[in-house]
């Protein structure tokens, strides 16, 4: 009897820091002022098991007055898909999407300055910078690895937020295509 106690108060403790740490997606903060959101669109990227690739179609804006602290980037309603790695970059280009994570300095530093790039966990972003977001995304299995959107959590001093992206992703691993 003691154990299952035992067991039923770890298994408790487990889920409760699970749904305050993420993971999962589907944060309730505040929209803030890192934005838009952009419009709402779906990117469907093929892929294979144990290898990661590129996603960089996002572009924010900081809005306020104050610097901004990024603290994760998250994907929500994941399924089959992980997040392996966020950079940020200065200004408004876009990495675009490629089968290697990172990217391929060349030839995305014709859309933007991949020199300058961030992990994006910890980083500042000024006010009234545009940052771009380059994810490197994996499939965890081969029947559909998908996620709703992109959460960016942020501070400014003492408030926290989030920009929920309208970026949905999509990895189909072959023999499926995306279209």
């Known amino acids: 009897m003691r154990h299952s106690c ?3 108060v770890a298994l408790s403790a487990a889920v409760l820091s699970a749904l305050f740490m993420g993971g999962c997606g589907s944060s309730s903060l505040p929209a803030g ?16 098991l144990a290898h990661a690739g590129t996603v960089g179609l996002i572009n924010a804006t900081n809005n306020s007055d104050g610097t ?8 929500a309603q994941q399924q ?3 997040l392996v790695g ?4 200065p200004g408004a280009g876009e990495a675009g999407t490629w089968a290697t994570f990172p990217p391929p300095a060349a030839q995305v530093s014709a859309y933007l300055d991949w020199s300058k790039r961030i992990p994006a966990v910890g980083a ?10 380059t994810l490197g995304i994996e499939p965890t299995t081969t029947t559909g690895s998908s ?11 003492g408030s926290r937020f ?7 992703l999509k990895i189909k691993v072959p023999p499926a295509r995306c279209f």
């Open 147 to 157: 996620t709703s959107d992109v959460e960016v959590l942020y501070h400014d001093g």
């Open 80 to 82: 089959g898909i992980k």
């Open 124 to 133: 500042h972003v000024r006010p009234g910078e545009t940052i771009s977001i």
């Open 162 to 168: 989030e920009l929920r992206t309208n970026l949905a």
């Open 86 to 89: 966020a950079y940020l970059t």
């Open 33 to 48: 002022p890192l934005g838009p959101p952009g419009n709402p669109s779906e990117e469907c990227t093929p892929g294979r």
């Open 6 to 8: 035992l067991r039923a």
């Open 68 to 75: 901004l602290t990024v603290d994760a980037i998250d994907l």
